[in-house]
T-cell receptor, first 111, second 115 residues
Framework: GENVEQHPSTLSVQEGDSAVIKCTYS??????FPWYKQELGKRPQLIID?????GEKKDQRIAVTLNKTAKHFSLHITETQPEDSAVYFC??????????FGSGTKLNVKP | ETGVTQSPTHLIKTRGQQVTLRCSSQ?????VSWYQQALGQGPQFIFQ???????GRGNFPPRFSGLQFPNYSSELNVNALELDDSALYLC??????????????FGPGTRLTVT
């Protein structure tokens, strides 16, 4: 089955700096890659996603890049703010009917 | 907040018992996925139901089973509970309509503790 690895497990940045979280996947058939933000005690919420026919997608301060050849994708957060502090999960899916999550990155944005 | 609801919020069971967790999907969504999230870990995919049929399954034993009803709500049943089954169980609903977003909307989860 699919194996998704996520790095780093923790990331501490100064407010205003950029943060990058990286994931690799093993199943070349995976074609949908969402990113979720989970605040303490709350449910995961989708922040951005990308499909395999696109190399990059941006939404304000958040961007995701996908390298299908290398089977890795990354989340980029620019101009980080304290409210960005949370656990971030990447996931990979084949045709939206099985989702495999990474182990999570705890992002701490220091004011 | 999303329209996905789960019940109960918390549950304590004894090893060997059986448990049923419930999920009500967001209006208009016909697909429900279930996940197990252990403390400090990412959600682990259990299975997905689409139009009352199992549509995909992760690496979970057969004692994890499910149902989806005509109104697209869903149940997760776990038999012969083990201590390692203690976790947060999340359901997520989505729509498989062509051209629609496949975004999964998660419920608040059920915290299961097995003693």
């Amino acid at each position: 089955g699919e194996n998704v690895e996520q790095h780093p497990s923790t990331l501490s940045v100064q407010e205003g700096d950029s943060a990058v979280i990286k994931c690799t996947y093993s199943d070349s058939a995976s074609n949908y890659f969402p990113w979720y933000k989970q605040e303490l005690g709350k449910r995961p919420q989708l922040i951005i996603d990308i499909r395999s026919n696109v190399g990059e997608k941006k939404d304000q301060r958040i961007a995701v890049t996908l390298n299908k050849t290398a089977k890795h994708f990354s989340l980029h957060i620019t101009e980080t703010q304290p409210e960005d502090s949370a656990v971030y999960f990447c996931a990979a899916s084949v045709d939206f009917n099985k989702f495999y999550f990474g182990s999570g990155t705890k992002l701490n944005v220091k004011p | 907040e999303t329209g996905v609801t789960q019940s109960p919020t918390h549950l304590i069971k004894t090893r060997g018992q059986q448990v049923t967790l419930r999920c009500s999907s967001q209006s208009g969504h016909n697909t429900v996925s279930w996940y197990q999230q252990a403390l400090g870990q990412g959600p682990q995919f259990i299975f997905q139901y689409y139009r009352e049929e199992e549509n995909g399954r992760g690496n979970f034993p057969p004692r994890f089973s499910g149902l989806q009803f005509p109104n697209y709500s869903s149940e997760l049943n776990v038999n012969a509970l083990e201590l390692d089954d203690s976790a947060l169980y999340l359901c997520a609903s989505s729509s498989e309509l062509a051209g629609a977003s496949y975004e999964q909307y998660f419920g608040p989860g059920t915290r299961l503790t097995v003693t």
